[in-house]
């Protein structure tokens, strides 16, 4: 039986980034993936492929909406949806050999096959030709990830209705999708058509759009999407989808029971995630899950069972690759003696439409609940010099800081590379800064970041200079 320090169960960017951590700490190191590419549900079919199409769709966007407004004459504009496709694999590809890498430059051993637990401290690989082989450690990281959930009674064909995985792979530009939910996923894969010229219909329950973040970002989004060939049906609850040939209908029931009805070629299911915990024999070594799938955990991230720890989309919280990250890092560093920790409130939550949209600290539902007295100051990109010269101008930063001592208690913004700007929100909030320091900040001009500093100016007894 082969013996190891820490074995890791999944090589998402939780699973592989506690990989790494823990073999620079000097500890040996294994990680079993059940898939022969590495990355998980991130790079392989999340996060990296999404970002390829999401970019690729906003250059043909912007080649056939604004090239001749900067004086560049395009011709014969079209899409190659296959070789857009080709270089969206090859990014993968990239980026899976990239971590492979990192497991060879630290010495981290890869398993092949799935992981499960015999008892405590020992783990069955089970391998694709059915043989077995037990792998031994006093610490084990579950970070298995999750998959689609679905909602009762649709199920997707995987042709004509489909979930995210295969909205990343289709051959053709849809005539009309229709998305069912208004999170994160539906946006941004029904951005990534949208761009190309489908009609993109989201019926969505909850009388909002990526209805987790700050309200005022939802609104504004919605707003700029119906630009690009988006139509919301928000407060409606979806109750069949069902395949007619080459279309897909809809039904769902709206605000007082109307009924709705939709035909598209194809129909997205993107209602969220659940934890993948399937076949680890959680109740080989005691583990019950939580109610809603996820595992239960300490705050040092360990299971009810000592030597056991969880981390990502398996356990409570927001099923964001980057928290798994620092709590990868964070249990490594656990198991080694050190005294890490992680601010949950400052994970920063991000859109990547265009323009993005990106969130940090608390939003303004939850600081009046709080009944915490707070100023708010905003500034839109229309007033953004550098903006203009891009012609980025939709959106806006928000700020929200304590009414009396003036620290920053969250930051919320819509804009042109949104996602890259909540770092300095966050390093912010981190640092219990005050809006007046990030006011008295120097940011380089003309910059997208000067936006953050002028809300922080228009929080401050509103002092914002270019509105």
């Given at each position: 039986?082969?013996?190891?320090?820490?074995?890791?169960?999944?090589?998402?960017?939780?699973?592989?980034?506690?990989?790494?951590?823990?073999?620079?700490?000097?500890?040996?190191?294994?990680?079993?993936?059940?898939?022969?590419?590495?990355?998980?549900?991130?790079?392989?079919?999340?996060?990296?492929?999404?970002?390829?199409?999401?970019?690729?769709?906003?250059?043909?966007?912007?080649?056939?909406?604004?090239?001749?407004?900067?004086?560049?004459?395009?011709?014969?504009?079209?899409?190659?949806?296959?070789?857009?496709?080709?270089?969206?694999?090859?990014?993968?590809?990239?980026?899976?050999?990239?971590?492979?890498?990192?497991?060879?430059?630290?010495?981290?051993?890869?398993?092949?096959?799935?992981?499960?637990?015999?008892?405590?401290?020992?783990?069955?690989?089970?391998k694709e030709t059915g043989e077995k082989e037990e792998l031994q450690s006093r610490n084990i990281i579950i970070a298995t990830g999750s998959k689609p959930s679905l909602l009762p009674g649709i199920t997707p064909d995987k042709k004509r209705i489909i979930t995210s995985t295969e909205a990343l792979q289709l051959r053709e530009i849809p005539d009309h999708l229709l998305v069912i939910g208004g999170g994160v996923i539906g946006l941004e894969l029904g951005s990534v058509y949208a761009r190309m010229g489908s009609r993109v219909s989201v019926v969505e329950f909850l009388p909002s759009i990526i209805a987790t973040m700050d309200p005022a970002l939802g609104k504004e989004l919605q707003k700029i999407l119906q630009k690009t060939g988006f139509e919301f049906y928000l407060g409606h609850k979806v109750?069949?989808?069902?395949?007619?040939?080459?279309?897909?209908?809809?039904?769902?029931?709206?605000?007082?029971?109307?009924?709705?009805?939709?035909?598209?070629?194809?129909?997205?299911?993107?209602?969220?995630?659940?934890?993948?915990?399937?076949?680890?024999?959680?109740?080989?070594?005691?583990?019950?899950?939580?109610?809603?799938?996820?595992?239960?955990?300490?705050?040092?991230?360990?299971?009810?069972?000592?030597?056991?720890?969880?981390?990502?989309?398996?356990?409570?919280?927001?099923?964001?690759?980057?928290?798994?990250?620092?709590?990868?890092?964070?249990?490594?560093?656990?198991?080694?003696?050190?005294?890490?920790?992680?601010?949950?409130?400052?994970?920063?939550?991000?859109?990547?439409?265009?323009?993005?949209?990106?969130?940090?600290?608390?939003?303004?539902?939850?600081?009046?609940?709080?009944?915490?007295?707070?100023?708010?100051?905003?500034?839109?990109?229309?007033?953004?010099?550098?903006?203009?010269?891009?012609?980025?101008?939709?959106?806006?930063?928000?700020?929200?800081?304590?009414?009396?001592?003036?620290?920053?208690?969250?930051?919320?913004?819509?804009?042109?590379?949104?996602?890259?700007?909540?770092?300095?929100?966050?390093?912010?909030?981190?640092?219990?800064?005050?809006?007046?320091?990030?006011?008295?900040?120097?940011?380089?001009?003309?910059?997208?970041?000067?936006?953050?500093?002028?809300?922080?100016?228009?929080?401050?007894?509103?002092?914002?200079?270019?509105?």
């Amino acid at each position: 039986m082969s013996s190891y320090d820490v074995i890791v169960i999944g090589s998402g960017p939780g699973g592989y980034v506690a990989a790494i951590r823990s073999a620079q700490l000097g500890m040996k190191t294994a990680i079993i993936e059940k898939y022969p590419n590495l990355g998980g549900t991130c790079l392989n079919v999340g996060c990296i492929p999404s970002k390829a199409l999401l970019d690729s769709s906003e250059h043909y966007y912007n080649a056939l909406n604004h090239f001749k407004t900067h004086g560049i004459e395009t011709g014969n504009l079209k899409v190659n949806l296959s070789q857009m496709m080709s270089r969206k694999d090859e990014v993968v590809k990239q980026n899976v050999d990239g971590v492979r890498y990192l497991m060879k430059k630290n010495k981290v051993d890869i398993f092949t096959g799935v992981g499960s637990f015999k008892q405590p401290g020992v783990v069955i690989l089970t391998k694709e030709t059915g043989e077995k082989e037990e792998l031994q450690s006093r610490n084990i990281i579950i970070a298995t990830g999750s998959k689609p959930s679905l909602l009762p009674g649709i199920t997707p064909d995987k042709k004509r209705i489909i979930t995210s995985t295969e909205a990343l792979q289709l051959r053709e530009i849809p005539d009309h999708l229709l998305v069912i939910g208004g999170g994160v996923i539906g946006l941004e894969l029904g951005s990534v058509y949208a761009r190309m010229g489908s009609r993109v219909s989201v019926v969505e329950f909850l009388p909002s759009i990526i209805a987790t973040m700050d309200p005022a970002l939802g609104k504004e989004l919605q707003k700029i999407l119906q630009k690009t060939g988006f139509e919301f049906y928000l407060g409606h609850k979806v109750t069949d989808a069902e395949v007619k040939g080459k279309s897909v209908i809809l039904k769902a029931e709206g605000p007082g029971g109307k009924p709705l009805e939709l035909s598209g070629d194809y129909c997205l299911a993107c209602v969220g995630r659940k934890p993948y915990t399937e076949n680890l024999g959680l109740e080989n070594v005691g583990i019950i899950p939580e109610k809603r799938g996820t595992i239960p955990v300490d705050d040092t991230l360990q299971t009810t069972v000592k030597g056991i720890y969880a981390i990502g989309d398996v356990i409570r919280g927001a099923m964001l690759a980057h928290k798994a990250e620092e709590e990868g890092v964070f249990v490594a560093e656990t198991i080694a003696g050190q005294k890490p920790h992680i601010n949950y409130r400052l994970i920063p939550g991000v859109v990547y439409t265009w323009p993005e949209v990106a969130g940090t600290g608390y939003t303004e539902p939850e600081l009046k609940d709080l009944k915490r007295d707070y100023k708010a100051g905003s500034f839109p990109f229309k007033a953004s010099g550098r903006a203009r010269a891009s012609m980025d101008t939709d959106g806006f930063v928000k700020v929200y800081a304590d009414k009396i001592t003036d620290e920053i208690l969250g930051v919320h913004m819509i804009g042109p590379r949104a996602a890259d700007m909540i770092a300095e929100a966050v390093v912010a909030l981190e640092f219990r800064a005050s809006a007046e320091d990030i006011a008295r900040m120097s940011h380089a001009h003309p910059t997208y970041t000067e936006a953050f500093r002028e809300a922080c100016l228009a929080a401050t007894d509103n002092r914002a200079i270019h509105m």
